[in-house]
């Protein structure tokens, strides 16, 4: 496994739609075994694809909390069936939007169909936490933000921030 480097807002790339995924070979596995590694060296509970840079319609999640019992979860091709009428809110944050959080409204519930890691066709129905995270890496496929559901006064003065951190963190004296 390959611990990849994560790409952060502002990066066109993340602003991509991604493709779907034609078959879930040998490639993809390891890809999603290099996008799990990764997640958890960050550490997060979930990462899209783009996020390291491949526009493939690919997800993974942990959220379990326990670091010696570990649950990852794989989702390809990942589509929301349903999503409940009443929402839920949390304090999301996002490897790709380093140090920033804000609460974000989403369903409670959502019914997503996909394809496992051995590429067989499943559904889930999912709740709370996971119903969230679900749907803010399903967003990621799409080329969309937590900060894009905040006011654009909110959403510049983030961007500007993590602009700045950027050029900080490129600048060197050799
Ligand atoms: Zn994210």
Redesign the pocket.
């Known amino acids: 496994m390959t611990v990849r480097k994560i790409l952060t807002e502002p990066d066109p790339i993340l602003r991509q739609k991604s493709q779907p995924v034609d078959k879930v070979d040998d490639l993809t596995r390891k890809l999603m075994d290099d996008m799990l590694e990764t997640m958890y060296l960050a550490p997060g509970i979930?990462l899209?694809a783009i996020?390291i840079g491949v526009p493939k319609r690919i997800i993974v999640l942990d959220i379990s909390k326990d670091p010696e019992k570990k649950e990852p979860m794989y989702f390809v091709n990942p589509v929301i069936v349903s999503t409940s009428k009443n929402n839920i809110t949390y304090e999301e944050g996002?490897?790709?939007v380093p140090g920033q959080f804000a609460e974000i409204d989403r369903p409670d519930r959502c019914h997503v169909k996909y394809l496992d890691y051995n590429g067989n066709y499943k559904e889930f129905k999912s709740e709370g936490l996971l119903a969230t995270c679900i749907q803010?890496?399903i967003d990621?496929l799409e080329g969309i933000?937590?900060i894009d559901y905040l006011s654009n006064l909110k959403k510049s003065m983030i961007i500007k921030k993590l602009s700045k951190q950027k050029k900080e963190l490129e600048r060197i004296v050799v």
Do not use: P, V
């Open positions: 979930g899209a996020q996002c490897l790709s803010h890496e990621h933000l937590f």
